[in-house]
């Protein structure tokens, strides 16, 4: 049995993942860094996370880089991916329109798919599926419309869903991840949130915010490296810890969830 394998944990056979294409730095980002990003350096980058999806067990399926969407490597934003069915989403940024439309003909090789609609917007980041729930953030780039849409089809799945406001970060994923054994890694923004209640919590300190993004493949935590203090509180749950150099992807804003969708 996989160590932490527990009644929320999903198990997945294969990841999507998209190379980063060389204009990768003309994406969108709110990340001001004195180092502007380097592409060959976010190439070795991606290419270690895709060697931990294949260690553990994924089928990595490896899509080229989409010269008119540099974003477009942050696959997650584009699907929400479940057991039965795929729900092809509506990026809520005007530029990553179209990605989705690509991914929709992956996704449809293996799995049922349905679409959100405009003026629905939905972003994978702002989904975050804990056993058969789902909380969907209502962000920037996620609104009502968008998430309502996603529920009404969660719904007839056998899903419950609650919504979830994004008062901070850019995603709901950026504050708010599942970590295994009825745990939720929370920013101290969302520490006491009424709607995560019935949920054990490791709260982050707020110098290490960006380690929120930390995600659970398999039994395994990937996590940014860099984030001792959280690295120390996540070690509590004796799951494998796999830090991973996001340095690249930071300053685009995303993370290790961003770059795959797991299924
Ligand atoms: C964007 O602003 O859309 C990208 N630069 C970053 C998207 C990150 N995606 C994610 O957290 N799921």
Known sequence: ????????????????????????????????????????????????????LESIGLEVILLDALPDHPDAYFVEDTAVVTAEVAVITN???????????????????????????????VDGGDVLQVGKHFFIGVSERTNPEGANQLG????????????????AGLHLKSSVNYVGKNTLLVTEDFANHEKLGGYKKIVIDSHEAYAANTLLVNGRLLMPAGHPGTRKKLETLQLEIIELDTSEVRKMDGGLTCMSIRF
């Open 1 to 52: 049995m996989i160590p932490g394998r527990g009644k929320n944990q999903i198990m997945f056979t294969r990841a999507i993942a998209r190379k980063p294409g060389k204009n990768f730095a003309q994406g969108l980002t709110t990340t001001l860094s004195e180092d502007p990003p380097d592409y060959d350096t976010l190439v070795k980058q991606h290419k270690a996370y895709l060697n931990v």
């Open 91 to 121: 990026p809520g940024a005007k530029a990553r329109r179209g990605e989705e439309q690509t991914i929709a003909q992956v996704l449809a090789r293996y799995c049922k798919t349905d679409n959100i609609r405009a003026p629905g917007t």
């Open 152 to 167: 009404r089809i969660l719904d007839g799945y056998g899903y419950t869903w609650t919504t979830i406001a994004v008062s």
